[in-house]
């Protein structure tokens, strides 16, 4: 063989060798990459129930919440899911807001319903699955529990029949089973079914998923519907061997609902916090109070004037936040909060302003409010009042603030005192204008302001600069408007 021919056959069997060993390095390479995408498919950004099994949770959004409402499910069991897309609202303690799923896959089970309330953060609410037609393993273990049943109110025992009390003393046990063989109640629905000594599996459910709600149980208490037949419902053969009475489910008295002169409205979310926070402040903050009376009477003289000028409006109450923040500059002093028992003097001046909504009060902010114009804070205002209303506002729209105003003088309260916000360490309160006759036999429109502080932060002398300032800056309001 020529030397030739000897090189040519050495380079194929080299090339043959090297073929096969990139051959089988690919096909490890297949195996260990489709290994990681189903490792990553099953980690990422969540932790798995069970495999290929990924959990839908109540989220925090915001530092306040410890709990949370699911208002609405957007997905259905069954329904596809891709990233990016809103599985249900959920109302916090301050608003309404979309969920958004992090995983893309398909949603197999709805642990709580619609209207479903008092839902600790992180607390399981459905499961999703990464392949159509998966079944999540252990679903039952992954149940929401169903709060423990109250004792049932005490009943007369001459008052009541035999079928009667057989329900009542029964009526407990069957509640508290519900969960997993039945229907889930909510705490609403448990304290009406409880009060009422009712067996839970004869109330026919109208909810989703066949959850009873508080209306199925109004509405068999005022025996609009029939009782719903059961495991726990007497046979036809042991009916006939009892007396008449007790031949038929004992259906309970129309006259508890007739009697009741009350109507249980459930607390939002929004007026628990405030609730909370009210208390934490009365308790832990020594308020002091210092009005001041200011004459409006030049400001509402300029709002007519602009108006016929240039068509801009302006309120009397966007006035009051220009003049509030460049106050706060000028007496950087008020412009505090207590931060871990420390006074922390801020730099920017923030500005929250009080909305009135059906679930609560919320404090839209207006930020570095010294610098920007009325017809600037204006807009911003009416624009976060509506979606306030709406409950739409985004946590960073209504958490944080340097200072707060409170007005109800739109309402025609004269004068009241507010109460202070932490961490912020102060709030104004405008009560409602009214006129006077002063030295000149001049007729003036006059505004009384409380200022409430925390007394760690400004005591008196600094609470009555601070005033002193805003009238000044309210009674020419030629200065600030622009």
Same mark, same amino acid.
């Given at each position: 063989m020529s030397a030739t021919a000897a090189g040519a056959l050495a380079r194929a069997v080299f090339q043959r060798s090297t073929a096969t060993l990139l051959e089988r390095t690919a096909a490890v390479n297949r195996n260990v990459s489709c290994l990681c995408r189903n490792n990553a498919m099953r980690c990422f950004g969540t932790t798995a129930v069970a495999k290929d099994t990924y959990p839908v949770v109540m989220p925090a959004l915001s530092p306040t919440m410890t709990e949370g409402t699911l208002v609405q499910w957007h997905k259905q069991e069954g329904d596809a899911v891709e990233v990016g897309e809103v599985i249900f609202d959920i109302e916090t303690d301050k608003a309404t807001m979309a969920v958004e799923s992090t995983e893309e896959g398909y949603l197999v089970k709805v642990l709580v319903p619609d209207g479903t309330s008092g839902i600790p953060?992180? =607390?399981? #609410? @459905?499961?999703?699955?990464?392949?159509? @037609?998966? *079944?999540? *393993?252990? &679903? =039952?273990?992954?149940? #929401?529990? +169903?709060?423990?049943?109250?004792?049932?109110?005490? #009943?007369?025992?001459?008052?009541?029949?035999?079928?009667?009390?057989?329900?009542? +003393?029964?009526?407990? $046990? &069957? #509640?508290?089973? +519900? +969960? @997993?063989t039945a229907r889930s109640l909510s705490p609403a629905v448990l304290a009406l079914v409880n009060r009422h000594g009712l067996v839970a599996q004869q109330i026919p459910a109208t909810g989703p998923k066949g959850h009873i709600l508080k209306g199925d149980v109004l509405a068999f208490l005022s025996g609009d519907v029939s009782v719903a037949p059961t495991a726990s419902t007497p046979a $036809?053969?042991?009916?006939?061997?009892?007396?008449?009475?007790?031949a038929t489910p004992a259906k309970p008295s129309t006259a508890a609902s007739v009697s009741e002169d009350y109507v249980d409205i459930p607390v939002t979310n929004m007026r628990k916090v405030i609730a909370s926070r009210l208390t934490e402040s009365k308790t832990t903050i020594p308020h002091a109070y210092t009005s001041i009376d200011v004459d409006m009477t030049n400001l509402m003289s300029l709002r007519k004037s602009t108006l016929a000028d240039t068509g801009q409006k302006f309120s009397v109450n966007d006035m009051i936040v220009k003049a509030s923040a460049l106050a706060l500059r000028l007496v950087p002093e008020v412009n505090a909060a207590i931060v871990d028992g420390e006074v922390q003097q801020l730099s920017t001046v923030d500005v929250a302003v009080a909305v009135a909504t059906e679930k609560g009060l919320i404090t839209p902010i207006v930020p570095q409010a010294d610098g920007k114009n009325v017809f600037d804070i204006s807009s911003r205002i009416k624009d976060m009042a509506g979606r306030a209303r709406e409950g739409k506002l985004m946590p960073e729209e209504y958490q944080g603030g340097t200072f707060s105003i409170s007005n109800l003088g739109m309402m025609g309260v004269s004068t009241f005192s507010a109460v202070i916000n932490p961490p912020q360490s102060c709030i104004l309160a405008v009560g409602s204008s009214r006129p006077k006759v002063d030295e000149s036999f001049q007729v003036r429109q006059l505004t009384t302001f409380t200022l409430s502080t925390d007394a760690r932060v400004a005591d008196d002398v600094v609470a009555i600069r601070w005033l002193n300032t805003f009238k000044r800056l309210m009674e020419a309001p030629q200065t600030m408007i622009l």
């Open positions: 953060i992180n =607390q399981l #609410v @459905g499961i999703m699955v990464e392949e159509e @037609g998966e *079944e999540p *393993e252990d &679903l =039952q273990a992954e149940a #929401v529990p +169903t709060p423990p049943a109250a004792s049932a109110p005490p #009943v007369a025992a001459d008052s009541v029949s035999p079928a009667s009390a057989a329900a009542v +003393t029964s009526a407990a $046990p &069957l #509640v508290a089973n +519900t +969960t @997993g $036809p053969a042991a009916a006939a061997t009892m007396p008449p009475a007790a």
